[in-house]
């Protein structure tokens, strides 16, 4: 498969953060994006949630406000149409251990087999058009909210399952997996109240 294309599923995916993470003892977002590929807003969406929702790094002080800022500016563009996504230097700069990142590839792929069984194309009304700017403000809210789930517990896990639902949605036109995304969301919503008030 070209490295141009977009990963049509999400072991794909899973597969080509694989292979740039056997080079050096950190991979940086720069170097997932561009195996990954740099122009689809479902695998970015995708890629940010797989990132957040695993428990090894998801965890690590930091990654759920760097990984919100990386969907925000994702987010910003594709509501403003643009077809190349732009991100500064010093975020593309940010890297992780590969040791903790192949940890969570490893727990990730069990569930990545699973989901890619179950996911078809249906119920597109929910994910053409309009819709995937819906997608995109919601993602938006996800973003904005992602430095105060640093100090609440699982809440950066809930809105990676999120985000990883919404990228999955986009990538297999499922528009059910799509109301499971924002049935995430509003759970991890309800967390976030419940613990902060």
Request: aromatic share 8%; net charge positive; proline share 5%.
């Amino acid at each position: 498969m070209s490295q141009n294309s977009a990963p049509t599923n999400l072991e794909r995916l899973l597969d080509r953060i694989d292979e740039v993470s056997q080079e050096g003892d950190r991979v940086s977002l720069d170097s997932i994006l561009q195996t990954v590929g740099s122009r689809s807003f479902g695998p970015l969406l995708l890629m940010a949630g797989l990132i957040t929702f695993a428990p090894i790094v998801g965890d690590i002080p930091g990654v759920p406000t760097m990984m919100g800022l990386f969907v925000f500016l994702i987010a910003v563009q594709l509501l403003f149409h643009r077809k190349h996504f732009w991100l500064p230097g010093w975020l593309l700069r940010r890297s992780v251990a590969r040791d903790k990142l192949c940890k969570a590839l490893s727990w990730s792929r069990p569930a990545a087999r699973f989901i890619d069984r179950l996911l078809r194309p249906r119920l597109k009304m929910l994910i053409n058009g309009g819709a995937t700017h819906v997608i995109a403000i919601v993602s938006l809210v996800i973003a904005a909210a992602m430095p105060m789930m640093e100090i609440v517990p699982f809440s950066a896990n809930l809105a990676g399952a999120a985000l990883t639902a919404f990228g999955l949605a986009l990538i297999a036109r499922d528009g059910l997996l799509a109301m499971f995304a924002f049935v995430f969301t509003a759970a991890t919503v309800a967390l976030m109240v419940y613990y902060l008030l």
